[in-house]
């Protein structure tokens, strides 16, 4: 049974820093590649950043490009988003997923979704 538990959220003011963690199991997670999307209230859930199961391939939204670094340690089952500088449009759920296969920002193509960590951003 695959499993992704988020973990990190929490509240920051602006210009600040969180790091989000996932954990994975039940899955050979070395062989998937994974990401981070999020929901604001009254929006669709949307990409955010993707690394390829080798860490050889990362990819980010353009709202975050700069602040936000993915990172993964596939001997811990694990896959990090450090988000700096961050900024009160960042507030939503944030949640990770896994996929069999290249990067992809259409979530309906992802296989497994986590429960989801609130970042909250002050102004």
């Known amino acids: 049974q695959v499993q992704l538990v988020e973990s990190g959220g929490g509240l920051v003011q602006a210009g600040g820093s969180l790091k989000l963690s996932c954990a994975a199991s039940g899955v050979t997670f070395s062989t998937y590649t994974m990401g981070w999307f999020r929901q604001a209230p009254g929006k669709e859930r949307e990409f955010v950043s993707a690394i390829s199961s080798s860490s050889g391939v990362t990819s980010y939204a353009d709202s975050v490009k700069g602040r936000f670094t993915v990172s993964r340690d596939n001997a811990n089952n694990a896959v990090y988003l450090q988000m700096n500088s961050l900024k009160p449009e960042d507030t939503a759920v944030y949640y990770c997923?896994?996929?069999?296969?290249?990067?992809?920002?259409?979530?309906?193509?992802?296989?497994?979704w986590g429960q989801g960590t609130q970042v909250t951003v002050s102004s």
């Open positions: 997923a896994a996929r069999i296969g290249l990067i992809t920002r259409f979530t309906t193509m992802w296989n497994y």
